[in-house]
């Protein structure tokens, strides 16, 4: 395609070798990557890392790597590791990058998939995988190591430490000095760059091959969207294998010309990350939550003139942070309040948490709680969403700096197109789609349609700010009798940001309303009985308690106004719940292991529940097997009561 | 492994330890090889601490003689046996609690610090440069050891597990030649008594360190040590390899109980 290249062309840098030696020639002197290694940070400028890749890339080529061959990349980020995907594409190669956690016999089906000749392995831990596999794997023929450690009794003539093979590769170039630049002159915008494997929850994983021109081009939109410059610091700390550190420590590395960081090791992010402070931030919101729950715990232990402080501002970084953040008007009186607080508040908090430098946080993998969102926006941290997937590199929409919303994931990226299908489901088009699954044709036509769109497997819409909002898997969405669109998990996503509500199954495919089963958080409503002086005995017990099916239907009225807000899932609040006699459990193959709701099992289980639900009874009996954690089996029952929830207006909009 | 196990280093002939009148060690000989793990073990109380307490120098034993690299070793102080090169680890971790790691481990590199007090305390000319060599050293240790989160933590809050590992960093920090450790596992789960055990073989096989353990847990003793040496109320009852020594009757009665 040759609109992919337009942008990518320019300076004729549509290459990542291309671009790392454009860098080490513009700025020679600029740092590149930082490790911290012995207790100090050590800076590779982007002339030494141009140096050690020229190294590497002729090292391999001495060890007889040749165009088109795969490389395995198995380790913690580090910067050898980084360096290493350069030289493998000087060379017309393909670098592979794989879950570092895997177990060998996990890695296996990948490196036969991608008949891995070379593997360039992080340490001792990671070259006893490649061993234990290499029986199997007889296409592996070099294993290159990053740490010597513990590696003194190994002396297979096919483990190269990579000091060594740079040292090799240092000799090929004095003796070859043109070959190199002549294997850079060769590559080309529309060769493979790099090849990432999808997780295979479906099916085994499979090879999804993209090009110098897709990575660049979500690189760029990216870097334009938000304006980012080459004195950015970013702290590359997520698994390399994963499209989101490809695209942000790599391609939009390589492309903007900002500094990589890698961590000391994986238990020292949160304080690298405070040394390094970084301009450029991205986590999971697990991560964003966990930070936020540490702050809360430490400042319920705080003094009382610190605690009385830290609310009061925090009040007034909710009233007004958001807005400020996005330059929307704020009165004088509240605008020099909040001038106070981030002298006060604000300011130092972002600083315990290494985020006073942040320019823009990304979040994204996961629906983030509303209030969780609100609250790093409102303390001055420009937290974004994104949405993309590994067939996109990670770059589909992102939120535009002033209009960031909670629920949405965006505005369509920069260059990319968006359509929705019929039956709801997200397409996509633009220069980053993947090139091809890796020796799949078949499953590369399923994906990409006649048309050239890509399809997501996500259903959304598009709401009034063109910002797109995705609401469920595709397969999962259903119809209500009234032919309105029925989302169960966006529905029940916005259930459990509530800290009462643990799990929540909706139902309503096929039925004329949507009702609700409920799980309460043992902890929280646990924690809120005893402030009322609720005796309790047990769960079951807790989830019967008056009290507390009333607050759960607060919780769930509350849903349903916001819901009334929405025309498209306007016609999916929840009429009627109860809340469940014990909790799911994937012991009892209720939920996967991953602690997702298996919906079917579920209907068919508790179908005498499901049908109280819609024949409108006030209360049904229900006893249930369980199996407890030493094997045993039990039996709990319950006389469950069901509850009316009010309903809202749908509000209708002017379209 | 490649590792060889040299010479004798460390001698221990007849060896008899009294306090007032009772008997702790009664007529032990044996010794330690270079580069070797040596395993002490025992009931309670037969005598495994007195006896690495003998070793450097804590107590001095009434009757017999110990020879370190060929010399004999007259009457000495546990600071004399640091500069000779063992140090040791302790059975109830003698860490300072609020110090933090890396201040801990850096302790230990004070029989090796020659500049004096004055200039270290106005951190000036050489003591500067000592102090930067020392650092590094002590970092090095940190990344052996695997602790890099907690370089700045206070010892004090740490689990039992990590303030185990710190003992033993700090006892590194000397680059000893016999590393004596005092029930490193003791209190420890399966998977902090694995770790541990790596880095005694690592210490061993990467720094070539003689290893003086005392220990418990059959199992790990069995595993890790060349050789064992079984005292029982004072007295040497078995001295060989693993294999040996778990085969001898003796060892098998003193541990089981007669009539087994």
Known sequence: MPTQANDAALDGLHTFPRLLFHHARVRPGAPAMREKHLGIWQTWTWSDVAERVRALACGLASLGFKRGDNLAIIGDNRPHLYMMM????????????????????????VLQD????????????????????????????????????????????????????????????????????????????????????????????????????????????????????????????????????????????????FTINCPESAETVMTDLREIGPTYYFAPPRVFESLLTSVMIRMEDAG???????????????????????????????????????????????????????????????????????????????????????????????????????????????????????????????????????????????????????????????????????????????????????????????????????????????????????????????NWAERRNIAYSGYTDLAGKAQVLELIQTCIEEVNAGLAHDAMVADSQIHRFLVLHKELDPDDDELTRTRKVRRNFIAEKYKVLIDALYEGKATQYIETEVKFEDGRRGKVAADLSIVDVKTFPIAKKAA | ?????????????????????????????????????????????????????VINGVYHPQDGKIFYRGAERKKMEPHMAASTGIARTFQNIGLFKGMSVLDNIMTGRTLKMKSNLLLQALWFGPARSEELAHRRKVEEIIDFLEIQHIRKTPVGRLPYGLQKRVDLGRALAMEP????????????????????????????????????????????????????????????????????VRSNPEVIRAYLGAGH
Not at chain 1, 96 to 109: C, I, K, N
Not at chain 1, 384 to 393: A, D, R
């Open chain 1, 86 to 109: 350069t030289a493998v594409q000087c060379l017309g190669g393909v670098p592979v990058p794989l879950y570092q956690d895997a177990v060998a016999g996990e890695m296996l089906f």
């Open chain 2, 177 to 244: 030649q016999i590393l004596l450790l005092d029930e490193p596992m003791a209190g420890m789960n399966v998977e902090e008594k694995q770790d541990m055990c790596r880095f005694i073989l690592d210490v061993n096989d990467q720094f070539g360190t003689t290893i003086v353990l005392i220990e418990h847990d059959m199992g790990v003793v069995m595993d890790i040590s060349d050789r064992v040496v079984v005292l029982d109320y004072g007295k040497k009852i078995g001295d060989g390899l693993p294999d040996e």
């Open chain 1, 304 to 526: 009382k003139l610190k605690y009385k402080l830290f609310h009061h501002f925090m009040d007034v970084a909710k009233r007004c942070g958001g807005d400020i953040l996005d330059g929307k008007p704020v009165s004088a009186g509240d605008r020099f309040q909040y001038w106070l607080g981030n002298l006060t508040t604000y300011g130092p908090l972002r600083n315990v948490l290494g985020m006073s430098r942040i320019k823009v946080a990304y979040t994204a993998g996961a629906a983030i709680g509303p209030e969780l969102f609100a609250f790093y926006r409102s303390i001055g941290i420009n937290l974004k969403q994104l949405y993309g997937q590994t067939e996109t590199c990670a770059y589909v929409c992102l939120q535009p700096d002033g209009q960031v919303k909670s629920d949405t994931v965006g505005a369509p990226a920069p260059g990319v197109e968006i359509k929705i299908a019929d039956n709801g489901e997200v397409l996509v088009k633009g220069p980053m789609l993947l090139k091809e699954y890796y020796k799949r044709p078949e499953a590369t036509a399923e994906t990409i349609n006649a048309e050239g769109w890509f399809m997501t497997g996500d259903a959304g819409f598009i709401d009034e700010d063109g910002h797109l909002k995705i609401i469920d898997r595709a397969k999962d969405v259903g119809k209500l009798t009234s032919g309105a669109m029925f989302a169960p998990n966006y529905i029940e996503n916005k259930l459990k940001f509530f800290q009462y509500v643990k799990e929540a199954v909706c139902f309503g495919h096929d039925r004329d309303q949507v009702c609700a089963f409920i799980n309460i958080d043992m902890g929280a409503v646990g």
């Open chain 1, 114 to 257: 991608a008949g891995v000749r070379f593997a360039v392995v992080e340490d001792q831990e990671q070259v006893d995988k490649m061993l234990e596999v290499m029986g199997e794997l007889d296409t592996l023929a070099h294993i290159i190591y990053d740490d010597p450690r513990g590696m003194r009794h190994y002396t297979q003539p096919f483990l190269h430490d990579i000091h060594e093979l740079m040292e090799m590769g240092r000799i090929h170039d004095r003796n070859h000095p043109d070959f190199l630049n002549a294997e850079i002159e060769q590559g080309h915008f529309d060769d493979t760059s790099v090849m990432l494997y999808t997780s295979g929850t479906t099916g085994k994983p499979k090879g999804v091959c993209q090009t110098h021109a897709a990575f660049i081009a979500a690189a760029q939109g990216g870097i334009a969207v938000d304006k980012m410059s080459a004195d950015g610091d970013i702290l590359s700390y997520l698994p390399m294998a994963w499209v989101g550190d490809h695209l942000f420590s790599f391609a939009q590395a390589m492309v903007a010309g």
């Open chain 2, 1 to 53: 492994m490649s590792r060889k196990i040299g010479d004798v280093i460390l001698d221990l002939q007849n060896i008899s330890l009294r306090f007032g009148g009772v008997k702790a060690l009664t007529d032990i000989s044996f010794n330690i090889r270079e580069h070797e793990v040596r395993a002490i073990i025992g009931p309670n109380g037969a005598g495994k601490s007195s006896m690495l307490n």
